[in-house]
C-alpha cells in the first residue's frame, strides 16, 4: 500500500487552477522531489498535503488516511518544515522542541528524553540552551527538522528545505535528510529548485508546470526520457517544464524566497 496517492487532486483559486487534477503514488522510505519553476503549484501541493488548504476537487491519502475526511489524523502522522523560517528567535533550541512536545501530547515523561535525542540527531546538544536568534541559518533549519520529526512521523514534508543556506549548511541538512530515510525510514516529500539538491536527495522526481505533472520517474528514467549519456537534471527541468525566463511565479512569491533567505542567512 503507498505511503501517500494523490487521485485528480485539484485546487483552484477561481479560475486559475493552480493544482490540476495530480495523481501520484509514492512508496515508503522514497525521498520525493516535487520540482518546477515558481508558480507551478508546488507549494499549493504540500499545504493540501499537510492539510492547511482543502482540495477543490480530487482527493489524497497519507499514510492511509484521507487529508479530507481525517486530517487530524494525517496530522498526527506527517511533520512539516516550510519554506518561511517557524522557530521562534525569542526562545532556545530546547524550549522551542518543548513546545512541539507538548503540541504533539508527547507524554510528559518522555518529553526530555525525546528533545535530548531529537537535537542530538540534528547536531544542536550543545547548543540547546542559545537563543534561537543567536543560530545561523542551517543551525535554524536543522532546528526545524528536529521540530517537525519530534512525534517520530512517517512523511515529513519540507518545502525548499535549504532556501537561502550556504553550501555548508545546505550539506549539513543533506545528511540529515539522507540519515532520516536511512536510520528511520522516514518517506521524504519536498520541493527545491535546486538541481543539484534533487539529484543528491531524491530517489524518485516529479517535474510540474503549469499546475500540473509533465514528468515522474527516478532520476536515471527522466535522463534517459529526455537524451543520450551526459544529460542532466537541468536538462530534464528545461525539456518539461520549458525555458522562459519568465517561467511562472510574481511578487509575492519572490517576496517570500526572499525574506527566508534574507532571515536564514
Known sequence: MPILETDALTRRFGD?????????SLDAGEVFGLLGPNGAGKTTMIKMLTTLLPPTAGSARVAGFDIARSARAVRRVIGYVPQL?????????????????????IPRSERSLRISEALSFVGLLEAASRLVREYSGGMIRRLEIAQAVLHR????????????????????????????????????????????EAQSLCTMIAIMHRGRVAAIGRPDELKASVGENGTTLDDVFVHYAGDRLDSGGGYRETSRTRRTARRLG
Open 153 to 196: 512521523p512517517r512523511v515529513l514534508f519540507l518545502d525548499e528545505p535549504t532556501v537561502g543556506l550556504d553550501p555548508v549548511g545546505r550539506r549539513a541538512v543533506w545528511d540529515h535528510i539522507e540519515s532520516l530515510r536511512k536510520d528511520f525510514g522516514t518517506t521524504i516529500f519536498l520541493t527545491t529548485h535546486l538541481m543539484e
Open 16 to 24: 486559475h487552477a493552480a493544482v490540476d487534477g495530480v495523481s501520484l
Open 85 to 105: 523560517v517557524s522557530a521562534d528567535g525569542s526562545l532556545s533550541g530546547y524550549e522551542n522542541l518543548l513546545i512541539f512536545a507538548k503540541l504533539y501530547d
